[in-house]
């Protein structure tokens, strides 16, 4: 397994819009066509339609809130301080500490006699612990929000 395969194509698209958007300067509003042209200085390949899928589930979940308008955009529906990698994990990918591994129904039948489960769910938990305790504030420290400059044709 190679780094940065614990996490979706999704969450990095997440977690660099949210970082955008917390770097913007206070009152100002991120529009779907700067976050992609900044999204594409990182990753030139970058699919607008799939981030504005991932921007609108971000709006639905209350991370970000959307500004309607000629005007409008996006800014953060809770400072950058209070919001998770945990917060983003739960969103996108969904966590169920609950669900058995080995099961496809909901309740794990042999919990209580399973002491790999429980070994398991006590590394998922430790792992979702140290995601709750990154945010987005933190990630953005070093983001540059400027845009690249237009070339003329």
């Known amino acids: 397994m190679a780094v940065g395969q614990f996490f979706s194509q999704r969450f990095g698209y997440a977690v660099h819009a949210l970082a955008y958007v917390a770097r913007k300067p206070s009152g100002e509003l991120a529009t779907l066509p700067e976050l992609a042209a900044?999204?594409?200085?990182?990753?030139?390949?970058?699919?607008?339609?799939?981030?504005?899928?991932?921007v609108q589930r971000l709006a639905r979940g209350r991370l970000l809130r959307s500004h309607r308008g000629i005007a409008g955009g996006y800014s953060l529906g809770r400072a950058a301080a209070k919001i998770s990698l945990r917060d983003l994990v739960e969103l996108l990918e969904g966590v169920d500490n609950n669900r058995c591994g080995l099961s496809l129904e909901d309740v794990c039948p042999?919990?209580?006699?399973?002491?790999?489960?429980r070994k398991l769910r006590s590394l998922e938990e430790g792992y979702l612990l140290s995601l709750e305790r990154m945010t987005i504030e933190e990630l953005s420290e070093d983001i540059v929000v400027s845009m690249p400059k237009k070339t003329r044709t």
């Open 38 to 54: 900044w999204m594409r200085t990182i990753w030139p390949n970058v699919s607008e339609s799939y981030l504005s899928n991932v």
């Open 110 to 117: 042999v919990q209580a006699r399973c002491t790999i489960q």
